[in-house]
Structure formats: C-alpha cells, structure tokens
C-alpha cells in the first residue's frame, strides 16, 4: 500500500531551527508537496520538490531524497505564527496525491 | 480574489437527510475534488473531476456522490448522511489533474452527522 509518515507533534522554540521529516511508499512518483495548515483553517502550499536537493524560499527550504524515499521541512527563525499543522504529500504515478496526517508544530516564546 | 467558495461552512445534519454541499471556483481549473479530513488522519480523497463532464472515485467514495456540469461548480452530495461522515470537507482545485502546480483549497465545510 502507499504511506506517508511523519511526526504526529514536534515542539520548538521561537527564533529557532526545526527540521520536520517525511517517509513515503508510493506507486510511482510524481513530485512532493508541503502545506501548512493552521487550525481551523484550510491547507495553504509551501514548497514543491520533484528533482533531489534543497528548494529554498525564504524561511523555509524543503529537501527531497527519491531514492531514500525521504524529505523535509526546514523553518529557520522560527515565529510563533508557525504553530501549524505541516502536511506533506506525494503525487503517484495516477497524479493522485497521497497525504501524511500531518505533523503539529508548536512554538514555545 | 474569491479562487474557491464552499458553502455551507458549517451544518449540524440528522442521520438519513440528504445534504449538498456546494463549491465554486473562480480560476478557471480544469480539476477539481473533493476530501474530507479527520483527526489523525490525512486528507483523503472523496471524489475529483479531471474536467468539466467527467468524474472519478477517489479513495474513500462510498456515500458520496458529485457531477461536474460545468468548469466552476463542483458539489458533493450525500445521499442519506451516516454519523461516519462527520468530518471537515475541503473542496479543491489545480489547472489540471496531471500538472505539478499546487492545489488550492476552499475554507472548508464542517459537517455534523447526528
């Protein structure tokens, strides 16, 4: 079957560093997504990775190993409107995307 | 800029009642689809659209069911609601169903089965 796992919860510290991971088993591969969602809110997209290496956009890069079948998140300078739920998901070979259930970000001052 | 309304946002249904939920997109997107989402669990896909006329069944499509008349509008409907379909629903859309660009979502509807 196809599986997207990642950290149910991580707690960080504001103006600090956290790396969130992501392992995926799917039927083919068609690119890696990361959505942050805040609660009560709808997902919103962060960052898209298809090719290895690291994908910068500002605070946040998102890194994508195919052949480990790995990825993560890296928010730098961290703020306490960070506090969300970080999604992540694959396309497969059909271009359906396949969600992890998301890993929660808490954010202590 | 409206990209994707859904309506209602929220509603508190009795078991066995009929319920449309109603979604419209402004962006002119080939595809569309419909999740639900549950605590510890990921989004998952009810039902999508590829383009206007036409229909697929997503992971979890039993007792749902949509039609795709037209680009904009893409409603779920649930023919005799379960308390199992208690759930939030976010009602989505991407130029096409094969592309690489992000989807972008609605605000959700929370849907109360009693």
């Known amino acids: 079957g196809q599986n997207i796992d990642q950290p149910t919860e991580m707690t960080a510290t504001e103006g600090a560093i956290v790396q969130i991971n992501c392992t995926y088993q799917t039927s083919g591969f068609n690119g890696l997504f990361w959505y942050q969602q805040h609660a009560g809110e709808a997902p919103t997209f962060l960052s898209y990775n298809v090719l290895d290496g690291l994908e910068e956009k500002g605070r946040f890069s998102s890194f994508l190993s195919r052949s480990k079948g790995y990825s993560y998140l890296l928010l730098k300078e961290l703020q306490m409107k960070d506090s969300a739920s970080y999604l992540c998901a694959v396309k497969d070979s059909n271009y359906q995307l396949i969600w992890g259930a998301g890993t929660k970000l808490i954010i202590k001052p | 800029i409206a990209g994707i309304t859904q309506a209602p946002t929220s509603q508190i249904l009795a078991a066995g009642r009929r319920m449309t939920l109603r979604c419209t997109q402004d962006?002119?997107?080939?595809?569309m689809y419909w999740y639900r989402q549950d605590l510890g669990l990921g989004l998952r896909l009810i039902h999508y659209s590829n383009t206007a006329g036409t229909t697929g069944k997503g992971e979890v499509p039993d007792g749902y069911s949509v039609s795709r008349a037209n680009t904009d509008d893409f409603p779920l409907t649930l023919a005799s609601a379960v308390p199992s379909q208690t759930s939030v629903y976010f009602c989505?859309?991407?130029?096409?169903?094969?592309?690489?660009?992000?989807?972008?979502f609605g605000e959700g509807s929370r849907l109360t089965v009693l």
């Open positions: 989505a859309s991407s130029p096409g169903l094969a592309d690489t660009g992000e989807l972008f």
């Open positions: 962006m002119r997107h080939n595809a």
